[in-house]
């Protein structure tokens, strides 16, 4: 296993893992992904088996992104780290590869809060008991994407 910081070269094998990954990720073409690579930081890649296994896209307060899920964490928080996503392919969950990366960010991340979403609606109940284990807490809850979507809003402090 591998982690490093996410190239141009990695965003269609990262594309297609964030696609695979819908509903529990929103949906989002190149263009947002090339945003994404410029503005994130960090976003990272995990490499296992010589392919792209994972990644995540970590986001600072104060840029233009009209998630309502990053929103509310700007409008609740000074400063912090904004995991928008993170994802892993089928074929290498049950690895560590996602524990490795929120490793890393605590690792290497200034910030005292540590904040991201998981859905409830629909349920993704192994991502919510990943990131409880992780010593995330449930702060409160927001519908998103026009009434589909009811997510959890997670916090982790440092």
């Known amino acids: 296993m591998t982690i ?5 070269k990695d965003l269609k094998n ?6 695979a990954a819908v509903p529990h990720v929103s949906s989002v073409g190149m263009e947002e992904m090339e945003w994404f ?4 930081g960090p976003f990272l890649v995990v490499e296992s088996e010589g392919e792209v296994a994972g990644f995540m896209i970590v986001l600072q307060p104060g840029l233009k992104y009209q998630s309502l899920n990053y929103r509310f964490f700007c409008g609740n928080f000074e400063t912090f780290d904004y995991v928008d996503r993170i994802v892993i392919g089928d074929n290498h969950r049950r690895k560590k590869l996602g524990s490795a990366l929120y490793e890393y960010l605590f690792t290497n991340s200034d910030k005292k809060i540590i904040t991201c979403e998981v859905n409830v609606r629909p349920p993704n ?5 990943f990131h409880k284990a992780l010593g995330f807490n449930k702060i409160a ?6 009434g589909e979507k009811r997510v959890a809003m997670m916090v982790k402090r440092m």
């Open 125 to 129: 109940p192994d991502s919510m008991k």
């Open 4 to 8: 490093k910081k996410a190239s141009e």
């Open 37 to 40: 690579l410029k503005k994130a």
């Open 141 to 146: 809850e927001q519908i998103t994407e026009k």
């Open 14 to 19: 990262i594309l297609e893992l964030n696609e």
